[in-house]
């Protein structure tokens, strides 16, 4: 039997849905990574980068077993949707209990789905480049120093402990410069 590694998506999936172990393990390892950089673009104060890269995870682990290759769209696309409905359903579920430090979740960038880009052309990576360094200059504009530290250091997937480590300051107040910077982003872009 030829190496599973060097497979295409589609024949993994097919193997994983016939039982095959390996496989699955194989697309759960390929696909960590973007399921990472998905979670990473939700906000879920009080919550953990990880506690929605699990829930990607659950949502990639269900496209396995529910992909079909006749509904027209690749696994890679399919797998995408099901990450990121997952992460958004479990966003919203935080958002309905009453009273929870987790109500306050929103997107930073795009709180619409979209599919995987087929080819990232030189004029998209140039165009994502100044966005990034119009945004950047916005949030230095609209935030404290310690605002802007704690978003950019919650955004690269710092936990909190890590975060008021490297800051000084204690728990308490790490959240409430996440809240100031939520709030002053959502009069900025909503």
Not at 3 to 18: C, F, I, P, R
Not at 22 to 30: G, S, Y
Not at 59 to 64: E, N, P, Q, S, T
Not at 81 to 87: N, S, Y
């Amino acid at each position: 039997m030829q190496d599973l590694e060097s497979e295409k998506d589609e024949v993994l999936v097919s193997l994983a849905q016939s039982g095959d172990g390996k496989a699955t393990e194989i697309l759960l390892r390929r696909y960590l990574n973007t399921v990472r950089a998905r979670a990473r673009r939700f906000f879920l104060i009080g919550g953990e980068t990880d506690d929605l890269v699990q829930e990607g995870m659950i949502g990639l682990y269900a496209a396995i077993g529910d992909y079909r290759p006749d509904m027209g769209k690749s696994f890679k696309n399919f797998a995408y949707l099901c990450v990121t409905r997952h992460i958004l359903d479990a966003v919203k579920s935080s958002c309905r209990r009453k009273n929870s430090p987790l109500n306050q979740s929103m997107s930073l960038f795009d709180p619409v789905l979209s599919e995987f880009p087929e080819e990232e052309t030189p004029e998209d990576f140039l165009l994502e480049g100044e966005q990034r360094t119009e945004f950047r200059m916005k949030l230095l504009k609209e935030l404290s120093d310690l605002e802007f530290r704690v978003l950019a250091m919650y955004l690269e997937g710092m936990s909190y402990a890590r975060i008021c480590e490297a800051t000084g300051k204690d728990m308490k107040s790490v959240d409430n410069a996440l809240v100031r910077a939520k709030k002053k982003l959502q009069k900025i872009y909503l």
